[in-house]
């Protein structure tokens, strides 16, 4: 499957719509783990592009009247093992998020002053740490204060809401070292204390922080930047679900709702595919592939030399090693790739489109119409356009398979059949004939040559008007 691990399989016969539906499911089980952002700024002095490369680790909010569920499987883990992933830091420091119907949520709750914990390891926490409160404050004087340790994440703003809700005169404030400060005061100097503006439990500074991510993920909306990625249709859905709103049932609402996010898209993967057939490109299937082949110099020559792409200082790690499917690696080769196909295109468009240090709007211009254009892994579209109309896919004739005396024939068992010779997606289309699909041509060719005088498979290629069932019942 072209989507390892995502719970799905997809099939040529998909429309984009079909594909959306198979993809929510998906998206709505599984969380994200990580995240990588890369950007890049060109230095008015020197031709290079300076690159800022960040890696998130995220988990879904905890904080809130709602545990998350999400799914993990078995070959998922294995894979993050074997390329290094931190599970601890995922589990432990990740950044909280949220969308917006989950804050709505939060934010009524915390109005109502009816927010509570929902993690039972959370509970444990909080008990130990109201425990050693309740056993400390019988005894100590306006005033005193003592000092919990040990604390992480959450546990920080969920121990002070809990204090403060218990318990009248007592006062917290968060510590560096993972550390809160509990005071014991009156209730009039604790009044005070709530209305001030040093009070880090202020609703606001809640939400802010419930937020986690999601506050970077506005600030990308509102700046209006290209957004750039690689094979990228299932990351706008996991955005989309995740940090602004839950996936619509309806597919044109969700590109609508894209388009609005980031009127500007470009899927790396679009590129590099035109680039493969307009500069003989070698195929490649992956993204540090496509990176390899655009870093040798035997595709441009005699042209000017590639964009110089410098990482920033404090982002030297990647530089130095590489790390495949890392988030902000992936981000780093994603951004490079693109810089270097638009470089290419540039230079292969006319002799003097291009000057010794061409800008980022001339890159723009050549990839105007791979713009907005989303890479659709084998469906019924080659991409999907997130500003107009989708264009359909020029596939290979579709072939009938019409059965003669072979009673019973299952759709698995015509599977097996077939599977040596080429691949192919296949649906019934009545009792005793199945329609296959395949995305080359030569595949096609081979199967109406070997099964010309098979003695109960009959293969032909697929004509609407004489194979379609509801076309010949209305001729009937």
């Given at each position: 499957s072209p989507f390892p691990n995502s719970g799905f399989v997809p099939s040529l016969f998909d429309s984009p719509a079909e594909r959306y539906v198979k993809a929510r499911q998906s998206v709505q089980r599984f969380t994200l783990v990580q995240l990588g952002k890369c950007c890049s700024d060109m230095e008015s002095d020197l031709p290079r592009y300076v690159v800022h490369s960040y890696n998130f680790f995220l988990f879904p909010s905890t904080l809130g009247i709602r545990d998350v569920e999400f799914t993990l499987s078995a070959s998922s883990i294995q894979f993050l093992s074997h390329y290094g992933f931190d599970f601890n830091?995922?589990?432990?420091?990740?950044?909280?998020?949220?969308?917006?119907?989950?804050?709505?949520?939060?934010?009524?709750?915390?109005?109502?002053?009816?927010?509570?914990?929902?993690?039972?390891?959370?509970?444990?926490?909080?008990?130990?740490?109201?425990?050693?409160?309740?056993?400390?404050?019988?005894?100590?004087?306006?005033?005193?204060?003592?000092?919990?340790?040990?604390?992480?994440?959450?546990?920080?703003?969920?121990?002070?809401?809990?204090?403060?809700?218990?318990?009248?005169?007592?006062?917290?404030?968060?510590?560096?070292?993972?550390?809160?400060?509990?005071?014991?005061?009156s209730p009039e100097h604790r009044q005070l204390l709530e209305n001030s503006s040093y009070d880090h439990c202020q609703k606001k500074l809640i939400l802010l922080s419930a937020r986690g991510f999601t506050n970077l993920f506005q600030i990308l909306v509102r700046a209006k930047k290209p957004l750039v990625g690689h094979n990228m249709l299932m990351d706008l859905m996991h955005l989309h679900d995740k940090f602004y709103r839950p996936l619509p049932e309806s597919y044109e609402e969700f590109k609508r709702n894209i388009h609005n996010l980031f009127p500007v898209i470009i899927d790396t993967k679009t590129v590099t595919k035109y680039v493969q057939k307009k500069c003989l490109f070698p195929r490649v299937s992956s993204l540090f592939e496509a990176y390899a082949v655009l870093c040798?110099?035997?595709?441009?020559?005699?042209?000017?030399?590639?964009?110089?792409?410098?990482?920033?200082?404090?982002?030297?790690?990647?530089?130095?090693?590489?790390?495949?499917?890392?988030?902000?690696y992936d981000a780093f080769l994603c951004g490079s790739v693109l810089l270097m196909s638009a470089h290419l295109l540039l230079c292969r468009s006319t002799d003097d489109a291009a000057g010794a240090d061409p800008s980022f709007s001339q890159y723009l211009t050549v990839l105007a119409e791979h713009v907005n254009k989303v890479n659709f892994i084998r469906g019924g579209v080659s991409s999907i356009n997130f500003s107009g109309e989708d264009a359909p896919c020029r596939h290979p004739p579709a072939l009938v398979v019409h059965v003669r005396g072979w009673a019973g024939l299952t759709e698995r068992q015509i599977y097996q059949e077939f599977k040596a010779h080429?691949?192919?997606?296949?649906?019934?289309?009545?009792?005793?004939?199945?329609?296959?699909?395949?995305?080359?041509?030569?595949?096609?060719?081979?199967?109406?040559?070997?099964?010309?005088?098979?003695?109960?498979?009959?293969?032909?290629?697929?004509?609407?008007?004489?194979?379609?069932?509801?076309?010949?019942?209305?001729?009937?």
């Amino acid at each position: 499957s072209p989507f390892p691990n995502s719970g799905f399989v997809p099939s040529l016969f998909d429309s984009p719509a079909e594909r959306y539906v198979k993809a929510r499911q998906s998206v709505q089980r599984f969380t994200l783990v990580q995240l990588g952002k890369c950007c890049s700024d060109m230095e008015s002095d020197l031709p290079r592009y300076v690159v800022h490369s960040y890696n998130f680790f995220l988990f879904p909010s905890t904080l809130g009247i709602r545990d998350v569920e999400f799914t993990l499987s078995a070959s998922s883990i294995q894979f993050l093992s074997h390329y290094g992933f931190d599970f601890n830091k995922f589990l432990k420091d990740g950044i909280p998020y949220m969308n917006e119907v989950q804050e709505k949520i939060l934010r009524q709750h915390l109005l109502a002053g009816t927010w509570k914990v929902c993690s039972n390891a959370d509970r444990d926490v909080l008990k130990k740490a109201i425990d050693e409160v309740t056993s400390w404050i019988a005894a100590a004087k306006e005033e005193d204060t003592m000092i919990l340790q040990d604390l992480n994440g959450y546990h920080m703003l969920d121990i002070q809401l809990v204090l403060r809700q218990a318990l009248e005169n007592v006062w917290t404030e968060p510590l560096g070292d993972n550390k809160v400060k509990v005071k014991k005061v009156s209730p009039e100097h604790r009044q005070l204390l709530e209305n001030s503006s040093y009070d880090h439990c202020q609703k606001k500074l809640i939400l802010l922080s419930a937020r986690g991510f999601t506050n970077l993920f506005q600030i990308l909306v509102r700046a209006k930047k290209p957004l750039v990625g690689h094979n990228m249709l299932m990351d706008l859905m996991h955005l989309h679900d995740k940090f602004y709103r839950p996936l619509p049932e309806s597919y044109e609402e969700f590109k609508r709702n894209i388009h609005n996010l980031f009127p500007v898209i470009i899927d790396t993967k679009t590129v590099t595919k035109y680039v493969q057939k307009k500069c003989l490109f070698p195929r490649v299937s992956s993204l540090f592939e496509a990176y390899a082949v655009l870093c040798s110099s035997s595709l441009n020559p005699k042209g000017p030399p590639c964009p110089v792409i410098a990482l920033a200082s404090g982002c030297s790690r990647y530089a130095e090693k590489k790390f495949p499917h890392e988030a902000g690696y992936d981000a780093f080769l994603c951004g490079s790739v693109l810089l270097m196909s638009a470089h290419l295109l540039l230079c292969r468009s006319t002799d003097d489109a291009a000057g010794a240090d061409p800008s980022f709007s001339q890159y723009l211009t050549v990839l105007a119409e791979h713009v907005n254009k989303v890479n659709f892994i084998r469906g019924g579209v080659s991409s999907i356009n997130f500003s107009g109309e989708d264009a359909p896919c020029r596939h290979p004739p579709a072939l009938v398979v019409h059965v003669r005396g072979w009673a019973g024939l299952t759709e698995r068992q015509i599977y097996q059949e077939f599977k040596a010779h080429c691949s192919f997606d296949m649906r019934r289309l009545s009792k005793n004939q199945f329609i296959l699909l395949s995305n080359k041509y030569k595949h096609v060719r081979l199967l109406l040559r070997d099964y010309r005088h098979h003695p109960h498979l009959q293969v032909s290629v697929y004509r609407r008007w004489r194979h379609s069932p509801s076309v010949n019942c209305l001729l009937q």
